[in-house]
């Protein structure tokens, strides 16, 4: 397949290094396009349920895409959200083409766009909730799979998948919303400091809408997730538009998930000792 060019992309809420990261479609995504810019927008790697019985080559494989458009000329940012905090306190990171940061402001054909996360409005990230979100996000991996066992019977039945964790969530990022207003208030924000765009990710629902106040307009965009929905932010001539994972329009994956080899036996001499205490 033929590389598509764009001028930037956006993705967030990958969550590598989870039962619910879609890595070998988010391969064939990536695998699609070439990007001036990818900014990836927290999330990444999710740090709350990090596991090293747990890193499938798949998602490994996704790193080394995302490294492979560095050696190629692409400018990667690396927004930290709250599942990879850790790497927060490394935050202004700059080597060659890569960027590690908390927030970003972008000058794109003459127009403000702010980029952040978005946890930095979300009560349930704070203090003692916090805890009860990574409860919640262990919880929602043991969903992930379970409703994949669903749809494996479903699917030996000849009846249509359904989508319980999808559901599930959106019903809890209705009450989140509802509580802590992220679109609103980031929004708003944005109006103040004269911003034409505001981007953010962390409630896996992707939108592209204008909010309006008092005081002026802002275009507010999400990214969405690769956990459920499978879309990123794209912009090319001028323009922003989302794009949604359709699996009709790739070919069929040769992708194979294997557990990495170790090989330390080797016929050649790497280092030659004369004397052992010297």
Known sequence: MERRSLDVVVLSDVHLGTYGCRAKELLNYLRSIQPAMLILNGDIIDGWQFSKRFFPSLHMQVIKEFMQFITNGSRVIYITGNHDEMLRKYADL???HFTLTDKMVLEIDQQMTWIFHGDVFDNTTKGSARMIAKLGSNGYGFLILF?????????FIGREKV??????MAGVNKAVAKVNDLEQIASELAIKKKYDYVICGHIHQPSMKT??????KVVYLNSGDWVEHM???EYENSNWRMFEYNPKDFPVSTQVESKQAFNVVT???TI??????S
Do not use: M, P, Q, W
């Open 94 to 96: 700059h080597i060659g």
């Open 147 to 155: 409703n994949r066992l669903v749809n494996s019977l479903l699917g």
């Open 163 to 168: 989508s319980i964790s999808k559901k599930i």
């Open 211 to 216: 909010i309006e106040n008092a005081e002026g």
């Open 231 to 233: 879309t990123a932010l």
């Open 267 to 269: 016929d050649d001499i």
């Open 272 to 277: 030659h000792l004369s004397r052992l205490n």
